[in-house]
């Protein structure tokens, strides 16, 4: 089975930075997708953002947009989300996904494998 493990959450003040992990294993599939997205008490899980490595392409929620990026580290097979100038209203837990397929996906359900969470909490 796909199973994946977020970690680097944790509290950090308004305008620090974090940087999130996922680790992947069990997956079969050589094209895939990454998504990251994140849910604050009381919201819906929202979109943050997502990488297709086959396709070269990325993309970002407005919300975070210029603040957050998605990498890969291929020697570690981990995925990152660099989260620069936080502010309180990015905190949530934050869960990565992954799909097959080389087209970006912004929604939910487009995606079947899910990890645990990790919690960023941003301090004013």
């Known amino acids: 089975q796909v199973q994946l493990l977020e970690s680097g959450g944790g509290l950090v003040q308004a305008g620090g930075s974090l940087r999130l992990s996922c680790a992947a294993s069990g997956r079969t599939f050589s094209s895939y997708v990454m998504g990251w997205f994140r849910q604050a008490p009381g919201k819906e899980r929202e979109f943050v953002a997502a990488?297709?490595?086959?396709?070269?392409?990325?993309y970002y929620a407005d919300s975070v947009k210029g603040r957050f990026t998605i990498s890969r580290d291929n020697a570690n097979e981990m995925v990152y989300l660099q989260m620069n100038s936080l502010n309180p209203g990015d905190t949530a837990v934050y869960y990565c996904a992954t799909r097959p397929g080389t087209n970006i996906a912004r929604q939910r359900h487009e995606y079947p494998y899910w990890g645990q969470g990790t919690q960023v909490t941003v301090s004013s």
């Open positions: 990488a297709s490595w086959s396709s070269g392409n990325t």
